[in-house]
């Protein structure tokens, strides 16, 4: 039984992943009859006067927690971010022309594959050589003069790794964020493409946010198959379509709860201070508890962690489970243990959770 409101968990899921309670209360007041209008917001027409606002209001938020100017276009598309992975180099990559790849992990290795199938492609750094275990300095980077672009992951959500400043590179800078978009303040102007799936730190699955300046974008081919071109999408305001309109509505939700929250500089703080507590939990616990990932390189989001044995490993994902504390495995890729703690994961489930691992330690140690 938990002792949370509603019976909820402690849900430190990798993706999806937790929503805000506050987010899916106020959902749950609209949900038989949004705003007057007798209907469920995903019972709505996608041209309806009701969603047009939801839809536009959405927009304006991503551009106001960035501090984006009117030089970038906001995109709502489909296919998760993998599909970015390749509709990236489909627009933008020529056969004759290099994209720079900074390899840190997982999902660059995917983004990398697609990618070749367009242009070639210079890994600036490949990450196998420090088993993803750390990001590269600057020095470290072997960046193509005339690349076409250069793509990074802001945060490995597998691997447990993120970056806090960005390469310097004088190529139009791409970064996937999408498992710590709106985490931390950083300069979003410094990117001509921004990509996120929403389902880690935006809202539910369905929709991928993908965010593109005007110089940038004006480079795209023509000749991409209508829904895989950016064209389309930026020409009609990502409704050439039915867009995913209960994942957008969900977003923008949550994005009115950032705003109320302090914005991004109100969950860097949080985020910052639950990742202090948690390494410095580990650090204190050098005998039970290890952190693999370079001290300069780990994640706020994705924490990764191993204890002495495999079967103390099961024990705790399973003991936690039971206490009520949800996805503490590691990614199967990896094994060991993960917490993940996206912006709506508050102090208080990190708290508790590294209390329930005191009482495992004192148990099994
Ligand atoms: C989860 C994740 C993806 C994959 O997202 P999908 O929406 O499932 O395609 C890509 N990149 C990163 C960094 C992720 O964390």
Redesign the pocket.
């Known amino acids: 039984m938990s002792e949370l409101k509603h019976n909820r968990v402690y849900n430190f899921n990798?993706?999806p992943a937790a929503v805000p309670l506050e987010v899916l209360e106020r959902v749950q007041e609209q949900w038989f009859n949004f705003q007057g209008s007798g209907m469920n917001l995903m019972e709505m027409s996608h041209r309806s006067k009701e969603f047009d606002a939801v839809h536009n209001e959405t927009i304006a938020r991503v551009k106001s927690l960035l501090n984006l100017g009117d030089e970038y276009h906001v995109l709502f598309l489909q296919?998760?971010?993998?599909?970015?992975?390749g509709m990236l180099p489909m627009n933008f990559l020529n056969k004759d022309q290099t994209a720079d790849y900074i390899n840190t992990?997982?999902?660059?290795t995917?983004?990398i594959k697609e990618a070749q199938k367009f242009g070639n492609v210079n890994v600036a750094f490949d990450g196998n050589t420090v088993d993803f275990m750390r990001l590269p300095t600057q020095d470290e980077l072997q960046l193509t003069e005339d690349a076409a672009y250069v793509h990074v992951?802001?945060?490995?959500?597998?691997k447990g790794t993120q970056f806090f400043e960005f390469p310097k590179v004088d190529a139009p800078l791409i970064a996937?964020?999408?498992?710590?978009i709106l985490s931390h303040t950083m300069d979003a102007s410094q990117f001509s493409m921004i990509y996120?799936?929403?389902?880690?730190n935006l809202g539910p699955?369905g929709v991928?946010l993908v965010i593109l300046r005007d110089d940038f974008y004006a480079t795209a081919h023509d000749a991409v198959t209508t829904m895989l071109s950016y064209k389309t999408h930026v020409d009609k305001n990502s409704l050439y379509n039915t867009p995913p309109t209960f994942a957008i509505y969900l977003m923008g939700e949550v994005l009115k709860w950032v705003e109320e929250k302090g914005g991004v500089a109100g969950m860097e703080q949080r985020n910052r201070a639950k990742a202090d507590m948690l390494y410095g939990f580990f650090e204190e616990n050098p005998e039970f508890f290890r952190c693999p990932v370079s001290p300069e390189s780990r994640s706020w989001m994705n924490v990764c962690f191993r204890l002495p044995t495999e079967e103390l490993e099961g024990r705790l994902v399973n003991e936690g489970k039971a206490a009520g504390f949800i996805g503490l495995k590691g990614h199967r890729s990896v094994g060991g243990l993960r917490i993940s703690m996206y912006n709506a994961n508050g102090v208080e489930s990190v708290e508790a959770v590294i209390n329930f691992m005191k009482g495992f330690m004192k148990r099994n140690g």
């Open positions: 990798a993706g296919g998760g971010a993998s599909t970015q992975f992990g997982t999902w660059s995917k983004a992951t802001s945060n490995n959500t597998i996937d964020m999408s498992s710590d996120a799936g929403a389902q880690k699955s991928t």
